[in-house]
C-alpha cells in the first residue's frame, strides 16, 4: 500500500528506543488482587468515538505483559483473560460504532522476534480501537518467512542466526486472532524488489520500456516517498506476461497461504510512477512492453501477417508512415489490410440494385449497336485499392499497445489471487484512484492501473492519500472509487495520518473519517497507514535494534 498501499512503503526511518520498564507484578499479587480486578472492572474503553481502550486498561494489560513474560502460569492467565476481555469490548463496540471494520498497516521487523514483542505491538493496536490489522508480508525484496521453510525468489526479513525456523508471520496471526483482530498479509505484487532485479536468472522477467530501461535504471524523484509512498531506488517491477515472474509469485503466494491468514492484500498491481513529463504515458516508448515475454504476446495478438509485421515497427520505431503500410501491403498481398485484436476490418462495399444496373449499362455501352461486336478498345484495368489510413493505423497502434499493457496487470492479479481464493480466504486490491486515468489527449497516468476492472469479488482498498492540508483532496478520492468501482464491491477507503493531530499536511484521522463518512454513508470500513506513522519512536526502536 497499495503509502500503498503504497505505502509508504518504506515505512518511516524515524524512531527512538523507547526506554521504560516497570517492576513485574509478583504471582500472588496477580492471584490474589488482578483476577478480581478483571472480572469485575467496567469497560473503560470501547467506549470513545472510535472505540479506543481507556488509559487505564491500557496500563493494566501492559502491566500484565510484562508479568506474563516471567513464564509463571498465574501471569499469563491473567494476561490472557484480559487480552479476551478487551477483544471482546472492541468486538461489540465496533459492531455499534462506525466504522464497523477500522484497519492498520503494519510492518515487523526481526527485533519483533524478541520475547513478548509482537504482544506488545498488537495490544497497541487494539488499544487503539482497531479490528483487523495488515500485515506486511513481502515488500522491499524481501519476505515473512522463516529462512528454513523458504523456498521463494526472496530472501527472509528474518535473517539472524538463531531464529532461521522463527516463523513471525505465523506467530503474529495466531497473536492477532488471540486479541479478535482479523489479520491480514499485505503483499507488493508486480513491484518485486531489489534483491530481485539483482538475480542473473531474472533479468528476463523484468518490465523493460522503449528505451530498454528497467524501473530501478530510469530515473526516480527522491521526494516521491511523502506523496505517493513509493520508495525510490528499491521498485524494481516485473513484465506481468513474464512466466518466470509468474511462477514465483505463484510460490511466493502459496507459501504464505500455508499460514492461513484471514485476508490478503495485493499492493502495486501496476506500473511504476514515471516523473515529470514521464508521469503520463504519449508514446509507445513510454510502456512497460519491452521484455521478451511481454513482445512475444503482443505479437501475437496480431490476425494476420500485415498486422503482425506493422506492430513489430510500431514498436521498434515508435511510430509508422506511409512507407511501413505500403511495405507490408505489397509483402502479403493477399490480404486486405492489417488487422490485430480489438480492430475491426474496413467494410468491403455490397452490390446494390441501383450500382448492378450502372455496371449493366457500362456493359452495353462497351459494345458497337450496329455489330454488335466488342469495341476495339480494351478494358479499363482494375484500380488498385487505396492503402489503409496511417493515421488511423497509428491510433489503432496505440490504443492496441495501452490495452495489452492493462490486459497484463489484470492476468498478474487473476493469478496472485487464485491460492488464496481457493482457499476460502478473502482478496483485496490496493490501488490509487486517480491511477487509472486517462490525461489530455491519448495519454495515460503512467502507472496504468486498471482498477475498476478490479473483479468485483475483491476487496477494493483505495489509497486516499491526499496531502493539500485539508478533506478537499482526499474525500474526492473515495468519491471517485463509489462513482467507478463495479456494483457490490466493497470498498475500504486507507487514510494516512495520526489521530488527534494533523501529520504530513493531512488533517488528523478523525476529521478524515468524519468527512468521508459524510460525503459517502454507504462506506462502513476504513484503514488507517500505518503504525509507523502514528508511533513513530516506538517504530524507529524497533526497526534499528539489534538482536
Not at 486486405?336 to 475491426?344: A, D, H, I, S, V
Not at 471517485?480 to 499536511?505: F, Q
Request: charged content about 20%; aromatic content about 10%; proline content about 8%.
Amino acid at each position: 500500500m497499495k503509502i500503498a498501499p503504497t505505502r509508504i512503503a518504506n515505512f518511516q526511518h524515524q524512531r527512538r528506543f523507547l526506554s521504560a520498564v516497570t517492576a513485574v507484578l509478583t504471582s500472588s499479587f496477580i492471584s490474589q488482587l488482578v483476577w478480581p480486578f478483571i472480572e469485575t472492572q467496567p469497560a473503560f474503553g470501547a467506549t470513545s468515538a472510535y472505540c479506543q481502550l481507556s488509559k487505564e486498561q491500557v496500563n493494566q494489560k501492559e502491566d500484565l505483559r510484562r508479568a506474563a513474560l516471567s513464564g509463571k502460569r498465574e501471569s499469563q492467565q491473567a494476561y490472557f483473560a484480559v487480552l479476551s476481555k478487551h477483544a471482546r469490548e472492541i468486538a461489540q463496540c465496533r459492531q455499534r460504532t462506525w466504522p464497523g471494520t477500522q484497519a492498520m498497516w503494519l510492518r515487523l521487523y526481526p527485533c519483533d522476534v524478541r520475547p513478548g514483542e509482537i504482544d506488545r505491538v498488537l495490544d497497541k493496536v487494539v488499544n487503539k480501537g482497531y479490528n483487523q490489522v495488515y500485515i506486511e508480508t513481502f515488500y522491499d525484496g524481501q519476505v515473512l518467512l522463516p529462512v528454513a521453510d523458504n523456498p521463494t525468489a526472496w530472501p527472509s526479513v528474518v535473517r539472524n542466526r538463531g531464529y532461521e525456523k522463527y516463523d513471525l508471520l505465523e506467530k503474529a496471526i495466531a497473536k492477532g486472532k488471540q486479541r479478535g483482530l482479523k489479520v491480514y498479509a499485505w503483499l507488493f505484487t508486480m513491484n518485486f524488489g531489489y534483491t530481485y532485479s539483482q538475480r542473473p536468472d531474472r533479468q528476463q522477467a523484468l518490465a523493460i520500456n522503449g528505451k530498454n530501461q528497467t524501473t530501478l535504471t530510469v530515473v526516480q524523484d527522491p521526494g516521491i516517498n511523502d506523496e505517493f509512498a513509493e520508495v525510490p531506488g528499491n521498485q524494481a517491477f516485473i513484465d506481468p506476461y513474464s512466466p518466470q515472474a509468474r511462477q514465483d509469485y505463484s510460490l511466493l503466494v502459496n507459501q504464505i497461504v500455508k499460514r492461513k491468514p484471514q485476508g490478503m492484500l495485493f499492493d502495486y498491481i501496476r506500473y511504476l510512477r514515471g516523473v515529470g513529463p514521464a508521469s503520463v504515458a504519449t508514446k509507445v516508448q513510454d510502456l512497460w512492453i519491452y521484455g521478451p515475454a511481454s513482445q512475444q504476446v503482443l505479437l501475437q495478438r496480431a490476425n494476420n501477417q500485415q498486422g503482425r509485421d506493422l506492430i513489430q515497427r510500431y514498436l521498434t520505431k515508435g511510430f509508422i508512415n506511409p512507407n511501413d503500410v505500403q511495405a507490408v501491403v505489397k509483402q502479403y498481398p493477399t490480404e486486405k489490410e492489417p488487422l490485430w485484436q480489438g480492430r475491426t476490418p474496413r467494410p468491403i462495399p455490397i452490390a446494390t440494385p441501383a450500382s448492378r444496373r450502372e455496371n449493366a449499362v457500362s456493359r452495353s455501352a462497351s459494345t458497337t449497336p450496329a455489330t454488335n461486336k466488342p469495341n476495339a478498345a480494351r478494358p479499363t484495368p482494375k484500380p488498385t485499392p487505396p492503402l489503409p489510413d496511417t493515421g488511423i493505423l497509428q491510433k489503432d497502434l496505440w490504443t492496441l499497445s495501452v490495452a495489452h499493457a492493462v490486459q497484463g496487470i489484470l492476468d498478474f492479479l487473476g493469478i496472485a489471487i487464485q491460492p488464496a481464493q481457493r482457499m476460502g480466504i478473502p482478496v483485496g486490491a490496493v490501488f490509487f484512484p486517480n491511477g487509472n486515468q486517462t490525461i489530455n489527449q491519448g495519454g495515460f497516468d503512467s502507472r496504468l492501473q486498471p482498477w475498476d476492472k478490479f473483479p468485483a469479488a475483491v476487496e477494493f482498498h483505495a489509497m486516499s492519500y491526499g496531502n493539500c492540508g485539508d478533506v478537499s483532496c482526499i474525500v474526492p478520492q473515495v468519491q471517485r472509487t463509489v462513482s467507478l468501482a463495479p456494483a457490490g464491491a466493497k470498498i475500504i477507503p486507507a487514510i494516512a495520518g495520526d489521530w488527534g493531530k494533523p501529520l504530513k499536511n493531512r488533517p488528523s484521522l478523525e476529521i478524515q473519517m468524519q468527512a468521508i463518512r459524510s460525503a459517502t454513508p454507504q462506506i462502513n470500513a476504513v484503514s488507517h497507514f500505518a503504525f509507523g506513522w502514528q508511533e513513530p519512536e516506538d517504530e524507529r526502536a524497533r526497526q534499528t535494534c539489534r538482536l
